[in-house]
Structure formats: structure tokens, C-alpha cells
């Protein structure tokens, strides 16, 4: 496999990080010809640099399928307020990327986005309880889904990082929240799903994500460097 980007994910990106907090990253891969040809998975395969509990890798071609389907942590690392491209031409996938969410894409993938949302916010609760920390990631997420529904569902740099968006669930997360239960915070959100009428979005063909993967993979799985392994 071959390295071609490192992005930084999780709380950094909200806004929503500590003096504490860690700052993880997935590396971006994409297969020689030999591990796709044997259609190997390359997620979860040993980082090839960084401490193994802050980099993890993942292949570009899950990237780009997690993208079709809306997938809410693709998009974070889509629009990751650091990304590495010193390793070819990874920032110019991005870019090709982006533009669909941009436009408005994710309406037309709303029940995945806002499903999936929910699954993080359940999962997170049940292994971690109520703390600042989860209770400030579900606000994060509800405060974004209300916003992306009043402002024509675009997702960008500026929607994600909104001030109305992070604002409430930075204050949780630095100390200042209330007690709740976990079922009030899922109620909240389904209450508010329930109350938002999604347009009709633009509905792109996969290939507007798959096709350049296709292309990027091809590109890169031949060149070899020092983060070749």
C-alpha cells in the first residue's frame, strides 16, 4: 500500500477539544497492484508512522464510499481542518470531493446522515454514560443537523465549524452542563428530525465520488516512496 495523506479527525474538528484532548489521525492508503488485484482491505492495516494509538489507516476507496452514502465521519475528514498532502495529489481529491456536499448533496442522503448520527450519539452513551464529553458531541450534532436543514443542507469549512453549531457544546464540554439522561438527548434529536422537512437535494451519480477514486488509486498504486510498504 501507499501512503497519500494523513487527516486529522475527532474533537479538534468541532471545536470541541481540551487542553486534554488528543489529536488523532487516519492515514489515507491506497493499494499496489497485487492488494487490488486480491481486493484486500487495507483498513485497520498497521500505520506505517505515528504512535498506533493516534494514527490509524484507512483506504481511499472506503473513503470514497463512505462519501456516497453520506456517512457523517467521512464528511468530518473531508473538511478536516488539517490535512497532509505532501504525498501526491490527495488535496485535489478533496477538493473533487467536496464540491457534491458543497451543493447540497447530503439532503438527498438524509435519512443515512441523520440515522448514522444517531448510531454515534447511541454508541457513545452506552460504552462512555453521560459526560461533558459525550453530552457536548450529541449537542454538536443536533445543534449541526438543525443548522444544515435551515441553510439549504450545504456542508462546508463553515458550516461545520459554525459558531451557532459548536458554541452550546463547547461550553458542556469545558464544564458548564446540566444533568441529563441519555434518552432525553436521543429525544431532542428525533423531536427535531421530525420537525425538519428535507428538500428534494441534488442526487449525484456514485461515480462523482467513485470515479476519481478509481482514477486516484490508478494513478498511485504504482509509484513507490519512503512510505511505501
Known sequence: MQVVGTILYGSNNYKLDTAQSDRDYKIVVTPNFEELYLK?????????FGDPEHYSCMDVRTFANNLV????NAIEMLFSTEIDDSFGQFRHLLEEWREPYIKGYVASQWDYFTKAIGGIMHESFKRYGVTPKT???AIYFINLVDH???NDFIINEQVLRAPEVYKKARD????AWASH???????????LL?????????????DVFLKPAREFVYNNMGEYNDYTI
Not at 40 to 48: Q, V
Not at 172 to 175: A, F, T
Not at 194 to 206: E, K, L, M, Q, T
Open 181 to 191: 439522561n441519555v434518552n432525553s438527548y436521543l429525544l431532542t434529536y428525533h423531536n
Open 40 to 48: 484486500k482491505d487495507l483498513n485497520g492495516t498497521a500505520a506505517p
Open 135 to 137: 453530552a457536548s458531541r
Open 194 to 206: 421530525d420537525g425538519i422537512n428535507v428538500a428534494y437535494g441534488p442526487v449525484f451519480n456514485d
Open 148 to 150: 444544515i436543514s435551515k
Open 69 to 72: 452514502k453520506g456517512n457523517p
Open 172 to 175: 458542556v464540554r469545558l464544564g
